[in-house]
């Protein structure tokens, strides 16, 4: 345009007179138009720097809208390009290859048309993610489910970006078919949590194992106490009543029958004792007590029984009453349990017992003053705790042991009322 007027001014000099010409300005005239000719030509030339310019952007975006298109076409991932309402704009092969669909049956539609009803959430979520005003992210990636023509379901991992296109916000999305990885995760997780279940039945049958094992060697301990309970105390008396017996001599004679009387009379003593001792014996057996008075009873008897030698305090707590006969037995039985390890273990002159009867939980304690032991070697001092600890965590419950050597020892035992059959 500049080029243009300027030759149309210098044409209408052309045809001016010459008589109208100004011969003495005519060197400052030259210099004018010398500088305005350098000024259109600089303007020439930086006119077509900007085209080589843009004629380099337009190659160079021709050459990147070839490679998209080529990696948009090519690719082993399904692509698409959606708008803000999820509608399929673009497709290419390897999609059509994914879902079973041809071209004219997805173009045009939503994505969430072929999604199963349990992940349509997800694709939400993305459209609310990168379309947002109040949001301004730029990608997006969901784990999916979507249904192919055959009505089949694949898993496909999405991965969406937004980019501009002629004033619209349009999303790229890339679609792995990780239907084969998924299954292959689920085959991993299903085999380690059967691993996880085989190793926990191998520890519970473990566990069965040695309390049974440790049920054994009570059961034998138990019998040999009861064999020398009876041979050291019941088995003497009834020995030392025969032999009283063998000494009584048949005859009239006064002096013989006061013999016979004092042998009569000393029979009938070991006779009782031996009743007594036989009570005892069947009381250790098998609390009498228990099934006639109850817990609370038996458990004031059993302390009672173990006060000569141990000077013992009890408490007995119960806001709800045990219906099941077999959770006082246990209740009865670990008690006793401690309270003797107290009398036999722990060289103790004071012990106190607590029991706490709830509506959910069941509390046991046994504290004493003795000698105390390291609870970290309980697996060393035989088959009492050891086994009472295995009896107690298959009922459900715990069993905490407090000790130090020389500062008494404090046990104590929690189980759910659901121990019980009530």
Excluded at 102 to 126: A, F, S
Excluded at 174 to 190: F, H, L, N, S
């Amino acid at each position: 345009m500049c080029v243009f007027v300027f030759r149309l001014k210098l044409a209408r000099r052309h045809d001016a007179p010459l008589q109208s010409i100004n011969m003495d300005n005519t060197p400052e005239r030259i210099s004018t138009l010398e500088k305005e000719n350098s000024i259109l030509q600089a303007t020439i030339n930086s006119l077509q720097e900007y085209q080589n310019e843009r004629d380099a952007l337009q190659k160079a975006y021709n050459e990147s809208q070839v490679r998209f298109r080529t990696i948009f076409e090519e690719s082993s991932l399904g692509n698409k390009i959606i708008n803000e309402e999820l509608n399929i704009i673009q497709i290419n092969k390897s999609l059509i290859d994914i879902l079973g669909y041809n071209e004219e049956e997805l173009v045009g539609r939503k994505i969430i048309e072929y999604t199963h009803p349990d992940y349509v959430q997800g694709w939400e979520k993305l459209r609310k993610e990168l379309w947002s005003k109040e949001n301004a992210r730029t990608s997006f990636s969901i784990d999916t489910c979507l249904i192919r023509k055959d009505k089949s379901t694949i898993w496909c991992h999405v991965s969406s970006i937004i980019f501009h296109d002629n004033g619209d916000r349009l999303g790229y999305t890339i679609i792995e078919d990780i239907t084969d990885r998924k299954e292959a995760q689920r085959i991993k997780d299903e085999l380690l949590k059967r691993d996880h279940l085989l190793e926990l039945k191998i520890q519970e049958q473990k566990k069965q194992q040695e309390l049974f094992h440790a049920t054994i060697r009570a059961q034998e301990e138990e019998r040999e106490r009861i064999a020398e309970q009876l041979h050291n105390s019941l088995g003497q008396l009834l020995y030392a009543a025969k032999l009283n017996l063998d000494q009584i001599k048949p005859g009239e004679d006064r002096e013989i029958n006061e013999i016979n009387r004092k042998q009569l009379s000393k029979t009938e003593g070991l006779i009782a004792d031996c009743i007594t001792e036989c009570r005892r014996t069947s009381h250790g057996l098998l609390p009498m007590i228990l099934k006639d008075y109850g817990l609370r009873a038996a458990i004031a008897d059993l302390c009672e029984q173990l006060n000569p030698g141990l000077n013992i305090k009890w408490q007995f707590n119960s806001s709800h009453a045990i219906k099941d006969k077999y959770v006082e037995v246990v209740i009865f039985r670990t008690v006793q349990e401690l309270l003797l390890n107290v009398v036999k273990h722990a060289a103790a002159t004071k012990a106190f017992c607590k029991v706490d009867i709830s509506k959910s939980r069941i509390s046991l304690s046994v504290e004493d003053n003795g000698k105390g032991f390291d609870p970290g070697k309980i697996e060393g001092r035989g088959i009492g705790l050891t086994a009472l600890k295995g009896r107690i965590e298959l009922m459900g419950g715990t069993l905490n042991i407090s000790s130090n050597v020389n500062g008494g020892t404090v046990i104590s035992i929690q189980l759910p009322r659901g121990v019980s059959k009530e």
